[in-house]
């Protein structure tokens, strides 16, 4: 990736949905140069999709929370085939040392969360769980 690469990325991190002939003006380059680009990108799989980035509002309005999960390694398959069918869950990190899965769980309601995670705690193979429920976040430089 070059250098129009890396500013092709940092306007769509900005506005997923910038048209292409506004990308090409503000990147300075012909429309089927910055079209060229983006289907590389696409391609060779740098750029997955395209999705929608909630605002301060919707976020605000959900409940937040990251389960820590102990689990038999000898079922991580089948604990993870599950996992993925819950939608309250947004992702799902391995990890090393004591902790085997970091979950980050979003739900509407402390009742909907209470009830994720119940589910969780009846997969076979989960030995143990912690839940950290999200107060308030000091700083985001995710994107």
């Not at 929608?52 to 991580?76: F, M, N, P, S, Y």
């Not at 089948?78 to 979003?106: F, Y």
Request: net charge positive; aromatic share 0%.
């Amino acid at each position: 990736m070059d250098e129009l690469d890396q500013k092709i990325l940092g306007l769509l991190s900005a506005d997923a949905r910038i048209s292409l002939a506004t990308m090409a003006r503000r990147l300075r380059v012909a429309r089927s140069t910055a079209q060229a680009r983006l289907e590389r990108l696409e391609t060779n799989g740098v750029i997955a999709g395209y999705t929608v980035k909630l605002g301060e509002a919707a976020k605000a309005a959900r409940l937040r929370a990251t389960v820590l999960l102990e689990i038999d390694l000898r079922v991580q398959a089948a604990i993870l085939q599950k996992l993925r069918t819950l939608p309250e869950i947004e992702r799902i990190v391995t990890s090393s040392g004591r902790i085997d899965l970091m979950l980050q769980i979003a739900a509407n309601s402390t009742p909907q969360l209470d009830k994720v995670l119940d589910v969780i705690g009846e997969i076979p193979g989960v030995r143990d769980s912690e839940s950290l429920i999200h107060l308030t976040t000091k700083l985001d430089r995710a994107v």
